[in-house]
């Protein structure tokens, strides 16, 4: 099983940087599709980034693209979301995910969550 623990969330003023950390057990971490969702207030939760195991390939939600940047560090077993130029709308509590390699890339089911960890981005 894939234990997964976000850091890095916390207040901070419009125009502002924040770089969340996602620190992932498991000796086949490398293989997995590592994913971060948000969700704010009275919406749904909804995927952000992904990037699968093998680098090679990335999503961004269209609301965050030239903004957020999604990244791991396979030797530290971490997955990391740098978000640049953050704005009043990127308030939410963003969860780390993790798909399992077995899954189609299709797939919207993440196997392993992370407890989540607020950002607050101020006016």
């Known amino acids: 099983q894939v234990q997964l623990v976000e850091s890095g969330g916390g207040l901070v003023p419009a125009g502002g940087s924040l770089r969340l950390s996602c620190a992932a057990s498991?000796?086949?971490?490398?293989?997995?599709?590592m994913g971060w969702f948000r969700q704010a207030p009275g919406k749904e939760r909804a995927l952000v980034a992904a990037?699968?195991?093998?680098?090679?390939?990335?999503y961004y939600a269209d609301s965050v693209k030239g903004r957020f940047t999604i990244s791991r560090d396979t030797g530290k077993n971490t997955v990391y979301l740098q978000m640049n130029n953050l704005k009043p709308e990127d308030t939410a509590v963003y969860y780390c995910?993790?798909?399992?390699?077995?899954?189609?890339?299709?797939?919207?089911?993440?196997?392993?969550w992370g407890q989540g960890t607020q950002v607050t981005v101020s006016s």
């Open positions: 990037m699968r195991g093998s680098g090679g390939s990335t």
């Open positions: 498991g000796r086949t971490f490398s293989s997995y599709t």
């Open positions: 995910a993790a798909k399992a390699p077995w899954r189609v890339t299709t797939s919207t089911t993440y196997d392993y």
